[in-house]
Each structure stands twice: as structure tokens, then as C-alpha cells.
């Protein structure tokens, strides 16, 4: 559009704000804040008279360009109407995407049609109809026509001078991103590369040191091709070329210099921890924006997302896909498809995911889990329709998964709150909370309260409830004890056995009392109730034994001789030592050494005997 926001008729916005049922009140404010605009002649620096303004919208205005964007929604909404029309031969899309004739960004528009000269005269219509009711004008001359390079001759002159628009060739830029349909080549992507390169230039003849090259890489050249890589796929031999230029940049300073390379751009690329810099390699950005496509592709519904999933995955879930040579864009998200779906779980709330094909049990896509023979049972879309009040239907469950993905699936649902799992569907006991019990057995005299704790907080309560020293251990594996002993009830219940709650709580309280022990050899009789052995260790204090030693000088001509040894049995090494020193208390021989021994008690007897061997 020329000049798109000066030639906007008040007039023209302002009814199509009625027909978009706005309120009176608010057209009339809005209509008061455009039209209060008036203009001076500055005449040798002086302003001269006032010019009111009977159109446009304000540049700079906040309130302009959504003003524009309604005033641009009529010409949206002429151009969709289209397809209404029989005799309009729409661009040729896939059989069940969305009817898209026409996209649009700010005052640009780029419209889709087919070569039939009827469907171009109705666009052409369409565009003189918003002309002439909103001012606006469409600048043909900056304005193009682009069509595959096969197009006959006698078809291009055909539809220039029905629309008045010139052709174009492919490639072109726009938004800095090059659009193309044929094989990438270097040449799509040397406007950016030399934006890079004019950066540099600037750069060039001032001093700077690694550390501000360095700061220069990371917060400015790195963030330049941020908005490309998040929309196309560039050849990895452009962005190793990019790559070079940093690199070269980094450690000469200039753009072109012959400088030694001391490492890498990809040991660079290591964090400072381990002897980087902590550049990004633009591999690694590329793989993280497209990775974030596919999850706004997965979780965002738009026109986008529409279409690229009627156009490329057609009847297929997404995940399941095969890859095949589609667009570079497509493409790409199949290749992060594989690096990001085993990060995502969905957390199931109300069920809407989908049964077979989301991660919501935390083993993966349960369409990937299923043996190859297994008939999956299509009829299944959502994980809501196998829930009945909240609960697992554990019969349709049984019937529709092997009975391993059916237990591992019912397990992770259950919190602490509600201990519903599926031996106890086998024994026949739905309303039994022994899980409850025991954690609230142990966690309650611990000072933990359970009411309204998902496991995982439970868990995390008992790693970092504030407690002694010497307890923190203890608290710490709690939850595995726990954990394991109502494992191994649940499936001596499947198989037939039965084992009480009072006796679950037995075994965990026999591990803790093991693991004691084990800590404090030097406590003796351990409680085995779990509040006795808290208390126990809440007044526990080391005591130490000693005895006073004082050394005495020898009688007159006579030597004293004080031995010790040590051992460290467990690592078979142990070691000796003498002092010999006269009736003055004078040093006269010392000896220390080590020895192999397994015997706790030879050192020290090997110590007195050690002189007798050396003389």
C-alpha cells in the first residue's frame, strides 16, 4: 500500500468498528482522538498557519496500528469471501487444510491465486472495491508477481496485464528471511552474511581485547540470524561459514586476518567450566528454535499449525509421521520431533490427552510401547475415556493394554490421597489406604504433615525437613524404604499373598534400624520402633574414652621404649612406630614404617619386636 497510514480514510474505520458492533461511545472517542490533528508549515525554521487533516491516523500513535489492522480486516474478509464464489480458482492446497487465499503483515499483503483470468479479475475487483472505500492504493510498482519458472510465456503476459503488476524472479528476501522453492544455495543467504560482515567492518580498525571480542560474539553477532534460524532451515555449510567468520573475528580482530587459531569455534563452545568461552554454536540455536516449533506446532492451534498438519501429516498423528522430502521446514521439525517428544509429558488434569499417542504415562507414547501385533484399539481417542469419576476404569483398561502398561499407567496416577491401584482390583479391597497409612505412620512422627502432599512433595519433604545432622541421612532414605516395602506388598498381592500393613511398617523400620547401625557403630541397642529410634537419636551424644597417660623419665641408665601401632584391616595396610629416649628424656632412636598385615593385633606386637629384628 502507498503511503498506508496517510491515506486511511476516518470515514472508512470508522464503519467498519459499527460493523464489528464496537460500541457507539467508544467509536466516538476513538473518532475524537484521530481527527484532533492538525499540521504547520515550518517556513525558515518559524511555523507558519494550521492545516487540518481529514484522513490518516497518526504515526507513532500507539492507537494507530490497530486502527489499520481493522481497517486491513475488510480487505481480509473480502479476499476470504472469495471462495464463496464458483467461478474463483483458488491456489492449489491440500484436500482438508484451511481455504487460504491471502496472508497479510502489517501493510503488506501477499495473495494466492490461480492463473485463470476470472479468478485474477475477482481479486483485482476485491483490491479496487477497498481502494475506493478506504483511500488506500496499492503501489504496483513496488509491488510483484512470482510463478515457477516452467510458467508458459504466453501465461505470465497474460496475468501482468490483467493485474498490472511486473514478474519477479525467485529468490527474494523478506523480513530477512529468503523465500525460494528450489534446492538451498549459498547465494539465498549472503544478504545476511554480509550484514554480518558489514558489522564487522565497523569494528575493524578499533582495539579490542579477547574479552571484548568475546562480549561482542555473544551479545551481538550471535543474536543477528536469532530471527532467521527461528524461520528457516539455512544449509549447514552457511552456518559454518558464519561460524568462520566469528571465528576469525575472535582471535585476529579483523574480518579477513591471518591470525593462528588457538582451538576451535567448537571448543569455544564449551562452557568456561570446561576451558570455553560459552559462545553458542547457531547448530545448537537452529535445533532449539525448531524445537520450540514443534511444541507451538503441537500445543498452539493457528492457520499455521492447520496447515502444516493437513498438508504433511494428513490422517497421521504427528508423532508418527514418517519422514520423507517435504519442505526444509517440515523436514527440520521431524528431526527435533525425535530429540523433543521423549522430553514432554503431559500431565493428565481432565484427560484431554491423547491415549495412544501423547507421553502422559511417563514411559513414552504408549502407540511406540505396544508390542508390533498388539491391535490397538482405535475407538480410544483421549485419556478421559477411560476414566470413570475420576478414577481408572480398571476393566477397560485391562481389556484395551497389555496388563504391564496397565499397572505402570494406573500407579502414576495415584496420589497420596487416593490409594486406588490395581492389586487392589485383583483383591478384590478398593477402598483400602494402606499406602496412606504407612507413609502418615513415618512422616507424622517426623513432623511432616501429609494432608494435601502429591508424592513427590512427600518425597522432597523428607530430603529437606529441618532436622539434626545425624538424622538427615536417615530422613533422606525413608522414602525408599517406604517405597520398596509397599512395592513388594503389592505384589505378594497379586501372586496370592497376603502381607499386613503392621508389617510393611515392620520392614521399613527394620531397614532404618539396619541403616542405624550401620551410620553409628557406637550406638548399642538401636530401638526398632520408628518414634524410639527418632528420640534416640535426637539425644544421642558421642562419648569419647580415654585414659590419662603421663610419661614418666627411667631410672638411671636405663632407656624407655613407647610403641604403638595401626591398621587398617579392611585395606590390608598397617603401620608401626618406637620412640627409644635415655634417663635425660633424650631421643635416642625413632622408627616408623608400614607393613602388610591382616591381623588388627600384629602392629603392636610387631612394633616391640621391630628393634630386636634391626639389630
Known amino acids: 500500500m502507498t503511503k498506508s497510514y496517510d491515506r486511511l480514510s476516518w470515514l472508512f474505520f470508522t464503519k467498519v468498528q459499527r460493523k464489528i458492533e464496537f460500541g457507539e461511545r467508544f467509536i466516538g472517542l476513538v473518532f475524537g482522538i484521530v481527527s484532533n490533528n492538525w499540521y504547520s508549515a515550518l517556513i525558515n525554521g518559524q511555523p507558519y498557519g494550521f492545516i487540518k487533516s481529514s484522513r490518516g491516523v497518526k504515526q507513532g500513535d500507539p492507537l494507530s496500528p490497530r486502527l489499520f489492522i481493522l481497517a486491513a480486516e475488510a480487505l481480509s474478509r473480502g479476499l476470504n469471501a472469495l471462495h464463496l464464489n464458483l467461478y474463483f480458482g483458488g491456489y492449489g492446497m491440500p484436500k482438508w487444510s484451511p ?8 501493510d503488506d499483503t501477499i495473495i494466492f491465486s ?33 510463478m515457477h519458472h516452467l510458467v508458459d510465456v504466453e501465461v505470465v503476459t497474460k496475468v501482468e496485464r490483467i493485474t498490472g503488476i511486473g514478474r519477479k524472479e525467485f529468490p527474494f528476501t523478506y523480513l530477512g528471511c529468503p523465500i525460494f522453492y528450489a534446492r538451498r544455495k549459498m547465494d539465498y543467504y549472503q544478504d545476511f552474511i554480509t550484514k554480518v560482515m558489514d558489522k564487522l567492518q565497523a569494528w575493524k580498525g578499533k582495539l579490542l581485547s579477547n574479552g571484548g571480542r568475546a562480549i561482542l560474539i555473544s551479545h551481538v553477532l550471535q543474536s543477528m540470524p536469532i530471527h532467521l534460524l527461528s524461520a528457516v532451515n539455512p544449509p549447514h555449510y552457511v552456518i559454518n561459514k558464519i561460524h568462520k567468520i566469528f571465528t576469525q573475528f575472535f582471535w585476529s580482530s579483523t574480518i579477513r586476518g591471518n591470525s593462528r587459531h588457538w582451538a576451535s569455534w567448537n571448543s569455544l563452545c564449551m562452557p568456561c567450566d570446561e576451558g570455553g568461552i560459552g559462545f553458542r554454536s547457531l547448530h545448537d540455536v537452529s535445533r532449539a528454535l525448531f524445537c520450540k516449533l514443534w511444541w507451538n506446532f503441537k500445543t498452539k492451534p493457528s492457520l499455521w499449525s492447520s496447515f502444516m498438519c493437513q498438508k504433511y501429516c494428513k490422517k497421521l498423528n504427528a508423532i508418527i509421521v514418517p519422514w520423507r522430502k517435504e519442505s526444509h521446514t517440515c523436514r527440520k521439525m521431524l528431526e527435533c520431533r525425535d530429540v523433543i517428544e521423549h522430553q514432554i509429558t503431559w500431565q493428565l488434569k481432565m484427560g484431554s490427552s491423547l491415549f495412544w499417542f501423547d507421553n502422559w504415562t511417563g514411559l513414552g507414547a504408549l502407540y511406540f510401547l505396544v508390542p508390533p501385533n498388539f491391535l490397538i484399539d482405535e475407538t480410544i481417542h483421549n485419556v478421559y475415556e477411560v476414566l470413570e469419576e475420576g478414577a481408572w476404569n480398571v476393566e ?21 490421597q487416593l490409594w486406588r491401584t490395581l492389586w487392589m482390583y485383583h483383591t478384590g479391597c478398593s477402598r483400602l489406604m494402606a499406602a496412606k497409612i504407612v507413609w502418615k505412620y513415618f512422616l507424622s512422627r517426623a513432623g511432616i504433615r501429609l494432608e494435601g502432599l502429591t508424592l513427590h512433595q512427600a518425597i522432597t519433604s523428607c530430603w529437606t525437613v529441618q532436622v539434626l545432622p545425624r538424622i538427615k541421612p536417615i530422613m533422606q532414605a525413608l522414602p525408599s524404604c517406604i517405597i520398596w516395602e509397599l512395592w513388594k506388598r503389592r505384589n505378594n498381592f497379586k501372586y496370592g499373598e497376603v502381607v499386613s500393613i503392621s508389617r510393611v511398617i515392620y520392614q521399613v523400620s527394620s531397614s532404618l534400624q539396619a541403616l542405624v547401625r550401620v551410620r553409628k557403630p557406637g550406638l548399642i541397642n538401636v530401638h526398632h520402633k520408628w518414634q524410639d529410634m527418632l528420640t534416640m537419636l535426637e539425644n544421642y551424644t558421642l562419648r569419647l574414652k580415654y585414659d590419662k597417660v603421663i610419661w614418666e623419665l627411667p631410672m638411671v641408665r636405663w632407656v624407655k621404649v613407647n610403641t604403638n601401632g595401626a591398621s587398617r584391616v579392611n585395606l590390608g595396610r598397617s603401620s608401626i612406630g618406637l620412640c627409644i629416649r635415655n634417663d635425660d628424656g633424650d631421643l635416642v632412636y625413632a622408627l616408623g614404617r608400614e607393613i602388610n598385615c591382616h591381623d588388627p593385633e600384629f602392629p603392636t606386637s610387631g612394633a616391640v619386636t621391630a628393634p630386636t629384628r634391626r639389630s
Open 114 to 146: 490461480s492463473s485463470d483470468a476470472t479468478s485474477l479479475r475477482l481479486v483485482m475487483e476485491v483490491l479496487t472495491v477497498y481502494e475506493a472505500a478506504s483511500s488506500q492504493l496499492v503501489n504496483k510498482s513496488k509491488s510483484a508477481l512470482y
Open 396 to 416: 477397560e483398561i485391562m481389556e484395551i493394554l497389555p496388563e504391564e502398561f496397565a499397572v505402570h499407567m494406573i500407579w502414576r496416577k495415584l496420589s497420596l
Open 99 to 106: 481455504k487460504i487465499n491471502h496472508l497479510a503483515y502489517a
